[in-house]
């Protein structure tokens, strides 16, 4: 139990244009998603949270209106960045919990997003 | 904010010897748990502590969740091949978000 899927598992696009990634936990209702994104060699960090319904919450440094998170039901979780440039570049990671942490932090397996 | 401290960034070893990597905080957190990820893919949890003071076994994995909150080990026996990667700690401090704090990572070698 615990799948999260994440789609697509690379991208690549042209700088200006949005991405959207997906996030889905297939097996359990995530009342809570994470999106994090890694740069080579170094750990994930964390974006945002977001939680079913409400407006995600973002991280000192995070541009809201640049990284689009919307977590418009229990299993679905999207993040779209927007007029993206190459700096956006990155590996971005979603990871789903369940209501009460019943379990626990499931990722999904990334998504590479290159900006050409 | 919360950080959390993870060493030894590298380690390379021989296969079948024991490898020990240690996460430390000043923050007490909640919850302390342990991914593997392995390039291009996203990490996949190893063990999970939820107690002070717990110690978990997941086959020749072993960690620890320490007395005051503040850190956490995870030790790996008899290493094989198969055990490279990028190990995390990840820790989850009080409140609601649960959101999880990474260290910054031990990539594991292992020399057949």
């Known amino acids: 139990g615990a799948v999260v899927s994440q789609h697509p598992s690379w991208v690549i696009c042209k700088s200006g244009t949005s991405v959207k990634i997906e996030c889905r936990s297939l097996?359990?209702?995530?009342?809570?998603m994470f999106w994090y994104r890694q740069f080579p060699k170094q750990s994930l960090m964390l974006m945002a949270t977001?939680?079913?319904?409400?407006?995600?919450?973002?991280e000192q440094g995070v541009e809201k209106d640049k990284f689009l998170i919307n977590h418009a039901s229990l299993t679905l979780s999207t993040l779209t960045v927007t007029s993206a440039h190459p700096e956006d570049s990155s590996f971005y990671i979603c990871?789903?919990?369940?209501?009460?942490?019943?379990?626990?932090?499931?990722f999904g397996s990334g998504t590479r997003l290159t900006v050409v | 904010g919360q950080q959390l401290n993870q060493s030894p960034q590298s380690m390379f070893i021989q296969e079948g010897e024991d490898v020990s990597m240690n996460c430390t905080s000043s923050?007490?957190?909640?919850?302390w748990l342990w991914y593997k990820q392995d390039p291009g893919e996203g990490p996949v949890l190893l063990i999970a502590?939820?107690?002070?003071?717990e110690l978990t076994s997941n086959g020749r994995l072993t960690a620890q969740f320490g007395i005051t909150r503040k850190d956490s080990f995870l030790n790996i026996s008899a290493s094989i091949p198969s055990d490279v990667g990028i190990y995390f700690c990840?820790?989850?401090?009080?409140?609601?978000?649960?959101?999880?704090?990474f260290g910054q990572g031990t990539t594991l070698q292992v020399k057949p």
């Open positions: 990840a820790g989850a401090g009080s409140g609601n978000t649960g959101k999880l704090i």
């Open positions: 990871s789903a919990r369940g209501s009460g942490g019943s379990y626990g932090y499931t």
């Open positions: 923050s007490i957190f909640n919850t």
């Open positions: 097996d359990f209702q995530a009342t809570t």
């Open positions: 977001s939680n079913e319904g409400s407006k995600a919450t973002y």
């Open positions: 502590l939820y107690k002070a003071g």
